[in-house]
Nanobody, 125 residues
Framework: QVQLVESGGGLVQAGGSLRLSCAAA????????MCWFLQAPGKAREFVAA????????YYADSVKGRFTISRDNAKNTVYLQMNSLKPEDTAVYYCAASSALFTIQKTQTGYNYWGQGTQVTVSS
């Protein structure tokens, strides 16, 4: 059974940093894109960042460019999201996801087949 398990969420003051991790188990994703989405209360899930299979391609939502960095360690089957200069509007549940398609990268939810349970990030003002 494939599982994606997020960790690293929590409460932080505005301007602070957090590093989210997403560890995959049950299969390897070393040839697949992985990504992060967020969902704020009462809002639809939205794209944050995506990374290609070897880490050479990355995409970010405009709202996080220059503040967030996505990376991956294929040896550990893990994807990360380094979040700096956090703002109260970043408060949301953050989900990682992985694609079953080989060597492609997408920025829409439909491009990802496996999802984690989410980790809460709360940024206080």
């Amino acid at each position: 059974q494939v599982q994606l398990v997020e960790s690293g969420g929590g409460l932080v003051q505005a301007g602070g940093s957090l590093r989210l991790s997403c560890a995959a188990a049950g299969r390897t994703f070393s040839r697949n894109a992985m990504c992060w989405f967020l969902q704020a209360p009462g809002k639809a899930r939205e794209f944050v960042a995506a990374i290609g299979w070897n880490g050479s391609s990355t995409y970010y939502a405009d709202s996080v460019k220059g503040r967030f960095t996505i990376s991956r360690d294929n040896a550990k089957n893990t994807v990360y999201l380094q979040m700096n200069s956090l703002k109260p509007e970043d408060t949301a549940v953050y989900y990682c996801a992985a694609s079953s398609a080989l060597f492609t990268i997408q920025k829409t939810q439909t491009g990802y087949n496996y999802w984690g349970q989410g980790t809460q990030v709360t940024v206080s003002s």
